[in-house]
């Protein structure tokens, strides 16, 4: 037999480009989600702010006083913050669009829009929970006198880029493994926690290079997120300390900045190519 | 509107050439079922499969009014699924000439913790309108739907029949050039039957091509003039609607 064929005259259209097409129906999914997350709470989005605080909090006290971190790194503290809200967007971004295929079935199952819509709304109402974060961020910088050049603040939108695409790239790839095999849940889990410690958010990049030696260093700085973490840490902490007495990674924004684009781009292709790929089966298979 | 969002006029709506489907009844999800199934070249079982279209062929003009007739599971609602996009074919072409929506299960897109309005605007989203097509027929959907004094309430506070009238005015007001019912024109009490009855010929009118699958022949009697009899995954019989429900009767009498 022949392998089947569909024509459809006003095409639908597939892919990311039709997400980007129906933007209004992206814009009133992650409407949505933002207003259904905290329904029913009195504290409302302040629970965005209360997370990541006590999260910090007990990172702090942890590491940066009994651990004893803070006596070897000046502001320990906004260097550790403004590490965990990156790996924050990241786990929430990633995690939640890995569901979001299953999450919908009811949807997925009975009507037909670009299903992409569903992985890209969870990466932006991440983004959407990332902003109180950054406020805090700011304050507490500009309290310990923050004093910043236009490379580091450039670094910001760039490090927010870089963990977008990635939690869109493997969220898309999850998502649609995760229709046939469940299993695909338990390694976001496992990914998330891993992705915490790979980065240099709790650690000095420096603890790692002493370690690792310059070439295993070099592997160390593929990782899309160690890239993200240091361009955060250029933007906000790096102008909180005293010149030269800390310095961000060698080639962080010549060479890996670059690379790190470049991985998280191959990410997206092929979580969108393996979504495509698997998408005409959601249907039956949820 | 651009031009490459409508139909092409003087084309048929819906043409099914040799339409396939099949189903995988059961599905490896243990290590070594998967390592069976991996080993086996991806392969499953013939026993597994249950074909829910055989060789399905049927041209669908625009504007004509289509009522698919059949048992359960004899393959009308996989051919409405295929044709709204939601699952795609194994086996045959399947050409759609303009824009799908379907009144399939009311209310899939609603969530209860959205006003009336929230999702009036969600579902129609959902369904293909954009913001400017909502907002002008915002009224007359609250209107169709006789919910206006609770439209800014969180849905999961109406009752069922307000639930379904709004969600079935959103639907009906929608604008494709095809239009899919599945089993849903029973919604609500008699009144309200009556007038999404009224609303779907008026539809027909205008000049849609609707699609309607229902056990209910009286209601099909009064929208459709075109029958589709089709059992296994085939098409048994097509002709005018009163024709084919006859057929259909004298066949299941004996």
Same mark, same amino acid.
């Given at each position: 037999?022949?392998?089947?064929?569909?024509?459809?005259?006003?095409?639908?259209?597939?892919?990311?480009?039709?997400?980007?097409?129906?933007?209004?129906?992206? @814009?009133?999914?992650?409407? @949505?989600?933002?207003?259904?997350?905290?329904?029913?709470?009195?504290?409302?989005?302040?629970?965005?702010?209360? @997370?990541?605080?006590?999260?910090?909090?007990?990172?702090?006290?942890?590491?940066?006083?009994?651990?004893?971190?803070?006596?070897?790194?000046?502001?320990?503290?906004?260097?550790?913050?403004?590490?965990?809200?990156?790996?924050?967007?990241?786990?929430?971004?990633?995690?939640?669009?890995?569901?979001?295929?299953?999450?919908?079935?009811?949807?997925?199952? @009975?009507?037909?829009?670009?299903?992409?819509?569903?992985?890209?709304?969870?990466?932006?109402?991440?983004?959407?929970?990332?902003?109180?974060?950054?406020?805090?961020?700011?304050?507490?910088?500009?309290?310990?006198?923050?004093?910043?050049?236009?490379?580091?603040?450039?670094?910001?939108?760039?490090?927010?880029?870089?963990?977008?695409?990635?939690?869109?790239?493997?969220?898309?790839?999850?998502?649609?493994?995760?229709?046939?095999?469940?299993?695909?849940?338990?390694?976001?889990?496992?990914?998330?926690?891993?992705?915490?410690?790979?980065?240099?958010?709790?650690?000095?990049?420096?603890?790692?290079?002493?370690?690792?030696?310059?070439?295993?260093?070099?592997?160390?700085?593929?990782?899309?997120?160690?890239?993200?973490?240091?361009?955060?840490?250029?933007?906000?902490?790096?102008?909180?300390?005293?010149?030269?007495?800390?310095?961000?990674?060698?080639?962080?924004?010549?060479?890996?900045?670059?690379?790190?684009?470049?991985?998280?781009?191959?990410?997206?292709?092929?979580?969108?190519?393996?979504?495509?790929?698997?998408?005409?089966?959601?249907?039956?298979?949820? | 509107?651009?031009?490459?969002? /409508?139909?092409?006029?003087?084309?048929?709506?819906?043409?099914?050439?040799?339409?396939?489907?099949?189903?995988?009844?059961?599905?490896?999800?243990?290590?070594?079922?998967?390592?069976?199934?991996?080993?086996?070249?991806?392969?499953?079982?013939?026993?597994?499969?249950?074909?829910?279209?055989?060789?399905?062929?049927?041209?669908?003009?625009?504007?004509?009014?289509?009522?698919?007739?059949?048992?359960?599971?004899?393959?009308?609602? /996989?051919?409405?699924?295929?044709?709204?996009?939601?699952?795609?074919?194994?086996?045959?072409?399947?050409?759609?000439?303009?824009?799908?929506?379907?009144?399939?299960?009311?209310?899939?897109?609603?969530?209860?913790?959205? /006003?009336?309005?929230?999702?009036?605007?969600?579902?129609?989203?959902?369904?293909?309108?954009?913001?400017?097509?909502?907002?002008?027929?915002?009224?007359?959907?609250?209107?169709?739907?006789?919910?206006?004094?609770?439209?800014? /309430?969180?849905?999961?506070?109406?009752?069922?029949?307000?639930?379904?009238?709004?969600?079935?005015?959103?639907?009906?007001?929608?604008?494709?050039?095809?239009?899919?019912?599945?089993?849903?024109?029973?919604?609500?009490?008699?009144?309200?039957?009556?007038?999404?009855?009224?609303?779907?010929?008026?539809?027909?009118?205008?000049?849609?091509?609707?699609?309607?699958?229902?056990?209910?022949?009286?209601?099909?009697?009064?929208?459709?003039?075109?029958?589709?009899?089709?059992?296994?995954?085939?098409?048994?019989?097509?002709?005018?609607?009163?024709?084919?429900?006859?057929?259909?009767?004298?066949?299941?009498?004996?």
């Amino acid at each position: 037999m022949a392998g089947p064929t569909v024509v459809r005259h006003p095409s639908p259209g597939t892919g990311l480009p039709a997400v980007f097409r129906q933007r209004y129906l992206l @814009k009133l999914l992650v409407d @949505k989600e933002l207003q259904i997350r905290y329904r029913g709470t009195v504290l409302g989005l302040l629970w965005s702010y209360v @997370k990541p605080g006590i999260q910090f909090v007990v990172f702090y006290v942890a590491l940066g006083i009994f651990l004893g971190l803070e006596r070897g790194m000046e502001n320990y503290a906004v260097y550790l913050f403004s590490g965990i809200i990156l790996i924050n967007f990241f786990s929430e971004s990633f995690g939640n669009a890995a569901r979001s295929i299953v999450a919908n079935a009811s949807l997925i199952k @009975k009507i037909y829009l670009p299903r992409q819509m569903f992985p890209v709304a969870s990466v932006w109402v991440a983004g959407v929970h990332l902003l109180p974060q950054l406020v805090v961020m700011l304050v507490a910088a500009l309290v310990v006198g923050w004093s910043p050049t236009w490379i580091s603040l450039l670094a910001i939108p760039t490090a927010l880029l870089v963990v977008g695409l990635l939690g869109t790239g493997l969220g898309l790839l999850f998502g649609a493994a995760n229709v046939f095999f469940r299993d695909a849940e338990n390694f976001v889990d496992l990914i998330v926690m891993v992705s915490t410690w790979s980065a240099p958010v709790l650690y000095a990049w420096t603890m790692v290079r002493d370690v690792l030696g310059p070439v295993w260093f070099a592997g160390f700085m593929l990782n899309p997120l160690t890239v993200a973490v240091e361009l955060s840490h250029a933007a906000f902490w790096l102008p909180t300390t005293t010149p030269g007495a800390h310095e961000v990674p060698p080639h962080l924004f010549s060479l890996w900045t670059p690379v790190a684009l470049l991985v998280v781009t191959l990410i997206m292709l092929l979580g969108d190519l393996t979504f495509r790929r698997l998408e005409g089966r959601f249907a039956q298979e949820l | 509107m651009s031009a490459d969002r /409508t139909a092409a006029p003087n084309e048929p709506a819906v043409v099914a050439h040799h339409l396939a489907k099949e189903f995988s009844l059961r599905h490896a999800r243990s290590l070594k079922e998967t390592a069976m199934w991996l080993a086996k070249g991806r392969r499953q079982d013939i026993s597994n499969r249950f074909r829910a279209l055989e060789d399905l062929s049927v041209t669908i003009r625009p504007g004509e009014s289509v009522a698919l007739v059949g048992l359960n599971g004899s393959g009308k609602s /996989t051919f409405l699924k295929l044709v709204s996009g939601v699952m795609s074919p194994d086996g045959g072409s399947l050409r759609v000439n303009g824009r799908v929506a379907g009144l399939i299960e009311v209310g899939a897109g609603f969530h209860p913790d959205l /006003t009336g309005r929230d999702n009036v605007y969600l579902n129609g989203a959902i369904l293909g309108m954009t913001k400017e097509e909502i907002d002008r027929k915002f009224d007359q959907i609250v209107a169709f739907s006789e919910i206006e004094q609770f439209i800014d /309430t969180e849905v999961k506070f109406y009752s069922s029949g307000m639930y379904l009238r709004l969600a079935f005015a959103v639907a009906v007001f929608t604008d494709p050039d095809i239009f899919i019912i599945d089993e849903i024109l029973s919604v609500g009490d008699e009144p309200f039957q009556r007038k999404s009855l009224g609303r779907v010929k008026q539809l027909s009118e205008e000049g849609k091509t609707l699609l309607v699958v229902s056990h209910d022949f009286d209601v099909v009697r009064k929208v459709c003039a075109r029958g589709v009899w089709i059992e296994h995954g085939r098409v048994r019989g097509d002709g005018p609607i009163d024709e084919v429900i006859a057929q259909f009767r004298a066949e299941e009498r004996d």
